[in-house]
């Protein structure tokens, strides 16, 4: 009943009669109404261009009339500290690199391998790689990320061009928050949790997308690996033995501030010597052996507050992606397949400025020709589109 008296109230507003007849658009009402109108309203009022539509649902989009600026800087984590407290066997070697200290520890049987970045401090240099780590265990000689981790993506966000025309790393084919035979996807991801915060002293953090790597689809995937070798001139496969013992859950997490997560993909569009704020992104891998391998990097240490200032509504954001898409011929089809309220990192003095934005993911279908036997395969290229949701202007 609400949502049917904030239409016809919008049909009121959003236009009256002018001398010619014609209904014109009443601009100031419109960015009042916009405000109070919900996403659904406003999907059911508004016009999209040729070839653009949506493709989210709007009413899982969340939202929150007000949120903070925050300056930060990158999390540095005391690498001595965190090596004595990650590393389960003795220290047999360490080294410096440009990313930060590195270390190796056991023998043939189990080994660790271990990099605290420091942003390339310790080394001399700037390497710009900060905010993290990198671990990973290696067990008689295999390393998750050359079996488990070849099929499956190894980053957050839409799959990529991989996923899309071979199909044996696409992340949406294993289940997700789903037991596996060894552990419980709940005791898993509680272990997880107490090494990230009690150990390693992460910043809050919540769960971006999991998945539980079950023996049958990995083996499918293996798979469409193999076929895929076919396609780089009979290129031979490496072999792989997968087993029930070889079942793991994959955790991508990113960093939270008062219940807003941060964007953990690149929304950036980065030319070569350009600098911007890192996304922050943990992932974890977590098997019957317990935690195999950890990739983080880009968290924030939040030093400064600003006020609450009011937010710009969903409704009034997405008016601003439809308004400059219908300024353009789209000759393929265009869709927003996600909206989400983020906080986004920019570079700032001393560091960098979190910014609450609305964040669009939009997905063009493209098609390219196969240079051999002529046939046309059709994939999505992902951008994604920023919106300040405190001024309401694009964020590039």
Known sequence: ???????????????????????????????????IMDLETFLQTVDLPDNFSIGFNAADVKSVDSAKIYKAVPLELDANEVAEKLLKREIVSTK???????FETGDETF??????????KSFGVDSGVVGGLVYSVV?????????QGML?????????????????????DY???????????????????????????????????????????MLKHYELYVESRSDFGGEKAEEITLTKDDECYVFFFRQVIDGIPLANVRWQKVTIGMK??????????????????????GLYDIIEGGEDKPLISGAAALKKVIDDYSKVF???????????????????????????????????????????DGTENSYDSYSYYVVNAITGDRIE
């Open 330 to 372: 789209l000759e393929n089809q265009t869709r927003v397949i996600a909206m989400e309220l983020c906080y986004v990192g920019v570079m700032a003095q001393d560091g960098y400025e979190l910014i609450p934005a609305w964040i669009f993911c939009i997905a063009e279908a493209t098609k390219v020709k196969d240079p051999v």
């Open 111 to 120: 080994k660790e391998y271990l990099c605290v970045y420091d942003g390339g």
């Open 139 to 147: 067990i008689n000689g295999e390393l998750i990320d050359s079996k």
């Open 96 to 102: 410096v690199y440009a990313e930060g200290p590195w």
């Open 175 to 217: 289940a997700s928050f789903a037991d596996l035979s060894f552990m419980t996807y709940k005791d898993a991801l509680a272990a997880v949790e107490e090494l990230l915060y009690d150990t390693l002293g992460f910043p809050e953090l919540e769960v971006a997308e999991a998945y539980s790597m079950d023996l049958e689809t």
């Open 1 to 35: 009943m609400k949502k049917t008296l904030i239409l016809l109230l919008c049909l009121v507003l959003l236009t009256s009669a002018s001398a010619c007849g014609k209904l014109q658009v009443n601009k100031e009402r419109l960015e009042e109404l916009l405000e």
């Open 152 to 172: 499956i993506a190894g980053d957050p966000g839409p799959p990529d061009s991989i996923a899309q025309e071979w199909g044996y790393n696409l992340k949406s």
């Open 276 to 297: 911007v704020a890192p996304a922050p992104s943990v992932k974890v891998y977590y098997t019957r052996d317990g935690v195999r391998g950890i990739s983080a990097g």
